[in-house]
């Protein structure tokens, strides 16, 4: 794990530890005076980017099990609790969740440039199968993970892949029902997942560690697929490779940084701000985005043994690739037609990722086992196949005549991965976007929201008044069980302050007890209580509304969707257009009509409306012209009510925002400085070089 060094501490106190212990001379060997290839390109920065996401999902998830709660009945609450009351939880909650997403990012980027450059080949076969039991370790952190939330989307996701062991035969059910950990997935279900999720990142750490070993061992592998053969074909690692990757990770940083703080919940699911209800299941149970393409490829298989073993199956076959790939020339760049059949992959795998999104029905099931076809026909057939038939082109006879060769094909091919890898990532995100609403309803109309963009601050006046609304009209039915009265003169808030926070919690009356007579009783509100729910429990609120139980709007803003499909997916990213949910909710409570249109039939018992889904809601016209008066003149319409009781229920769905898009701001602008700085830096390093 080391190369040549001939590091002497000169400090005292270093000498006597590197005497007895050589760790300082061992980290020198491997991270300074190592020999780099010097002709890496970027795509080699991925690995430095894992390394240090690695350690940052570790570090995060560390803090969050501090404040998380593994139970079934307090997992939900415990998570929203982390966002609004542990300080800078919302911040942590955000790198560790989008920190999953990026996570994934740059090891598919690392796989691909992996597969396409040939580093699977002598002497890596044990580099590249490490590197493989790394991936696989990281899917089952990342489902673990993703269930802990307890949501409803992750609830049915746990449910639906531990029935995928069932499919073993003779041992099936069994290992079922170890994983449940009784006959259905529920509290110890969650407890065995928290365990393992925590533990499985440090058996990460254990094998990048082999993994990193095996890289020193081996050598590096470049994009012209030869190896070092004299001292001008490298460059030491420090200050040359250390310097590149310190620019690399500084612009992924910004790119990660830009889902933290703008866009926390765009690769999301909007069910999972649900709680989790076995009654009830979602109309599309569908993984993250990272796992589409295999779960399309389990979709695909009409048998389900079949299936399940295809899903892994298509995981494992990376492992043998050193075997099935026998051509002599490593580097695609080098293989007309294996570069060819590699883009071909690489759109299958998307389109794979797509098709998972989708219902698993009509043409997408035809298309899912076309595709699934072609991609293991990629590592079976066409791999072996190219190895007999291709003829590459000459090599260079050193990596530094690679780099004396450089050309504009470098760049243009460079650019045309950029562009695939954008559209795949914009394709991923648009493809995993909520569709509850659009279903057979009307897409509801975009708002202007002064909370909308990065600069977005919820409007004072609105927020009161619609505090104000949800108190006089929608507090008959609908709880805030999330909100405290303290949170009301938070900053960021509606601008209250603390004194006229307590008075309003004063208002409200909470039952509580038992006292000492071991009788509950009822006290006025304080300001560290939560805003009462108007029913004591979810049967009587059903018994109360026609059986329909009214949902708590503390989250309500984000757990409603709908579906941003081609184009608008990529301008979402830009735009950061994300306001779908307080839309939507603006769109319903105005969508209400007195009557069904002809031809259309709704339950008895039902309100037709025309943007919720099936245009039949249990929900009566909540808001009418005159119901609420304002004292700041506002007008007393159902368009003003429903814009700033939407407001509302936005803040109470996030607090945090102002100081999300604050801070934000301030990281942006320290990133992009220190991004500069270390491109001019490495441009000074690298000159050296030449």
Request: aromatic share 16%; hydrophobic share 45%.
């Amino acid at each position: 794990m080391s190369g040549p060094s001939d590091f002497q501490p000169s400090n005292p106190a270093l000498k006597w530890i590197e005497r007895r212990l050589p760790i300082f001379g061992l980290v020198h060997s491997s991270f300074v005076a190592y020999p780099t290839p010097r002709n890496l390109n970027y795509w080699w920065t991925f690995g430095a980017i894992l390394s240090m996401m690695l350690a940052l999902q570790i570090l995060t998830g560390v803090i969050l099990a501090m404040h998380y709660t593994p139970h079934a009945d307090l997992a939900f609450k415990s998570v929203e609790l982390i966002v609004r009351d542990v300080n800078y939880g919302w911040l942590l909650r955000n790198m560790h969740a989008c920190g999953a997403s990026m996570f994934f990012f740059a090891v598919y980027i690392h796989m691909f440039r992996g597969l396409y450059y040939g580093s699977y080949k002598e002497p890596r076969e044990v580099l590249w199968i490490l590197g493989v039991i790394i991936y696989l370790l990281m899917m089952a952190t990342g489902f673990m993970g993703y269930v802990l939330p307890w949501g409803q989307m992750s609830f049915w996701g746990a449910t639906v892949i531990t029935n995928l062991f069932s499919a073993v035969p003779y041992f099936g059910e069994s290992i079922v029902t170890l994983l449940w950990g009784g006959y259905s997935v529920g509290n110890p279900t969650l407890n065995r997942f928290f365990s393992l999720h925590y533990l499985l990142p440090f058996v990460i750490a254990g094998v990048v560690v082999l993994h990193i070993w095996a890289l020193h061992v081996a050598g590096q592998n470049n994009p012209a697929g030869v190896e070092a053969k004299t001292e001008k074909d490298t460059v030491p690692f420090t200050p040359y490779a250390t310097i590149k990757d310190a620019f690399g990770v500084s612009c992924f940083l910004i790119f990660f940084a830009w889902f933290i703080f703008y866009m926390p919940n765009y690769l999301g699911d909007a069910d999972n701000y649900i709680p989790a209800n076995p009654g009830v299941t979602p109309a599309h149970i569908v993984p993250e985005w990272y796992y589409l393409p295999f779960y399309a490829i389990l979709r695909s298989i009409p048998n389900k043994l079949a299936g399940v073993a295809c899903m892994f199956g298509a995981i494992i076959v990376l492992a043998f690739l050193p075997w099935l790939d026998n051509a002599r020339t490593r580097s695609s760049k080098y293989r007309p037609l294996a570069k060819q059949f590699f883009w071909i992959f690489v759109v299958v795998c998307i389109l794979l990722g797509y098709l998972g999104s989708q219902p698993p029905e009509g043409i997408y099931v035809i298309a899912g086992r076309i595709l699934t076809v072609c991609y293991f026909a990629y590592f079976l057939i066409v791999l072996p196949l190219l190895a007999r038939i291709e003829t590459p082109r000459p090599v260079p006879n050193s990596i530094a005549d690679d780099v004396l060769a450089k050309s504009k094909g470098r760049a243009a091919t460079a650019a045309s991965v950029m562009f695939a890898l954008a559209v795949a990532g914009g394709l991923f995100a648009g493809s995993t976007q909520n569709a509850k609403a659009e279903e057979g309803g009307d897409a509801p109309p975009a708002q202007s929201w002064s909370f909308s963009g990065p600069f977005g601050k919820y409007d004072r006046g609105s927020l009161q008044r619609g505090l104000k609304v949800y108190k006089e009209v929608c507090s008959a039915c609908h709880g805030l069980n999330y909100i405290a009265f303290r949170n009301l003169a938070d900053a960021g808030g509606p601008g209250y302050s603390e004194a006229q926070a307590a008075a309003l919690a004063a208002e409200y009356k909470i039952k509580d007890g038992p006292n000492d007579q071991g009788e509950m009783f009822e006290r006025p509100g304080r300001p560290a209580d939560y805003f009462p729910a108007p029913f004591p429990n979810e049967q009587a609120a059903r018994v109360a509304n026609g059986g329909a139980a009214p949902p708590d709007l503390s989250l309500i803003t984000k757990a409603r969707s709908y579906k941003r499909g081609f184009p608008q997916f990529v301008f979402d990213f830009f735009t950061q257009y994300q306001e779908q949910g307080p839309d939507y909710v603006d769109a319903v409570l105005q969508g209400f009509e007195d009557k069904a249109p002809a031809g259309v039939t709704i339950p008895e018992g039902s309100y037709y409306n025309k943007y919720f889904p099936g245009h039949a809601i249990k929900m009566p016209k909540p808001l009418s012209d005159g119901q609420v008066t304002f004292d700041d003149g506002s007008p007393a319409t159902v368009k003003q009510y429903a814009h700033d009781v939407t407001t509302f229920l936005m803040w109470a769905a996030e607090p945090r925002m102002e100081e999300r898009k604050r801070i934000g701001m301030q990281v942006f602008f320290f990133l992009v400085i220190f991004a500069i700085l270390m491109y001019f830096t490495k441009r000074k390093v690298w000159a050296n070089a030449h």
